[in-house]
């Protein structure tokens, strides 16, 4: 059974203006807030600014979190590392990758501790595969976590900017089972890519999918008024009995408890397509 999910930080005010970003202020409120909507649970999202507070980062908070969640009748669906857009592990400067790659070692055990099911890796901007080396790095960082996440039961999940081919390839290299893709529909929009070239090619390979609408010109507009063909990437995900969490992570609006309220409507109606066509 499909859950419906919500990233981290789109039902309360931004932080510093920014469109996602963990709320310092207000994380305890969320819960609530997105059980009272009727959400399935949060995808958690961390980056540098809240790296020493985050809850995620401590035993207690870890503890807090899970009470929080669970007296909402949420679910926990994972962790947005958005540290690594950051601090790439790709990055060709030796210090910024073995810093990045301590912070994967140190949130891999961390989610685990928590129950989460996976950490998600964004691999976009400075961080992206497609450039030059990055491949042959990231297969390095691979080499160098297995050993530490084949054990704990948490997948780790590329975000990615990789053509499908491109991608397609790189996961039959490394193809382990607890390695897949995190499928931001939004994104592929975004970047060109068409869902019927890209689905077939690595569905069975994707553990989670972010929803969001763009168009190839405005990166995230309010569901529905964008290119990206929703309808198809749930008949195609249907095609490759896709059974995991789907994600908003749709455009901010004024109202965002009405926005949200109002995308998760219609992610109900699309993915109980999805469910009937598997």
């Known amino acids: 059974m499909h859950l419906i999910g919500i990233m981290q930080g789109r039902l309360v005010p931004k932080v510093d203006g920014r469109i996602q970003a963990f709320p310092r202020d207000r994380w305890r409120d969320e819960f609530a807030i997105a059980g009272d909507l009727g959400y399935d649970g949060l995808e958690l999202t961390i980056e540098m600014a809240s790296w020493e ?16 969640a669970a007296d909402a009748g949420q679910v926990l669906m994972g962790l ?9 592990l790709v990055s060709e400067d030796a ?5 990045a790659m301590s912070m994967l070692h140190s949130l891999a055990g961390d989610c685990a501790d928590a129950g989460l099911p996976m950490i ?50 790189f996961l039959a290299v490394h193809d382990m089972p607890w390695f897949g893709v995190n499928y931001d529909m939004g994104n592929s929009t975004w970047f060109g890519y068409e869902p019927e070239d890209e689905i077939p090619a690595y569905g ?13 010109k405005d990166y995230s507009v309010p569901l529905g008024q964008g290119e990206t063909r929703m309808t198809d990437v749930m008949a195609l995900l249907a095609q490759q009995h896709y059974v995991d969490d789907f994600v908003l992570q749709a455009a901010r609006q004024e109202d965002d408890i009405v926005a949200a309220r109002d995308y998760l409507s219609l992610v109900k109606v699309l993915t109980e397509r999805c469910k009937d066509n598997a």
């Open 53 to 68: 507070t985050h809850p995620i980062r401590s035993a207690a908070g870890r503890a807090e979190q899970a009470r929080l």
């Open 80 to 88: 947005c590392c958005d540290v690594f857009m950051e601090r790439p």
């Open 95 to 99: 210090d910024t990758a073995a810093f």
């Open 120 to 169: 998600e890796v964004p691999m976009m901007g400075d961080a992206s595969l497609r450039k030059d080396g990055a491949q042959q790095r990231f297969s390095r960082v691979l080499s160098d976590i297995a050993p530490v996440i084949e054990g704990l039961g948490v997948k780790l999940l590329i975000e990615t900017d990789l053509p499908p081919a491109e991608l397609t390839a």
């Open 204 to 216: 069975p390979r994707i553990g989670n999918v972010h929803v969001k609408d763009c168009t190839r």
